[in-house]
């Protein structure tokens, strides 16, 4: 059984930083590609990040530049630093897990799933 859990969400102020956890149990991630997505109330589902087992990272335009995705496998964790947030920032953030070493930008290509941590940016 796999596991994600997030944490690292809060209410903060535009322009601070937040660095969002998410570590893996269970028979995945050294192997597996990881990603972010998230969600602003009444919008789909959007690609932040996701970076492959290897380590290649690969960004939405929207938060290049200003976040970095990160994985520790010694530790089976998956980061998301956050910089120069913005309240366009603004929604819930998902960790998700590939069965394959390589990610994607679609949400199709993930098996697993966390509950997701809000991230809130006011202006």
């Known amino acids: 059984q796999v596991q994600l859990v997030e944490s690292g969400g809060g209410l903060v102020q535009a322009g601070v930083s937040l660095r969002l956890s998410c570590p893996a149990s269970g028979r995945i991630f050294t192997d597996n590609a990881m990603g972010w997505f998230r969600q602003a109330p009444g919008k789909d589902s959007e690609f932040v990040a996701t970076?492959?087992?290897?380590?290649?990272?690969y960004y939405a335009d929207s938060v290049k530049g200003r976040f970095t995705i990160s994985r520790d496998n010694a530790k089976n964790t998956v980061y998301l630093q956050m910089n120069s947030l913005e309240p366009e920032d603004t929604a819930v953030y998902h960790c998700?897990?590939?069965?394959?070493?390589?990610?994607?930008?679609?949400?199709?290509?993930?098996?697993?799933w966390g509950q997701g941590t809000q991230v809130t940016v006011s202006s």
């Open positions: 970076i492959w087992s290897g380590g290649n990272p």
């Open positions: 998700a897990a590939s069965r394959y070493y390589t990610g994607s930008a679609y949400t199709t290509s993930y098996d697993y």
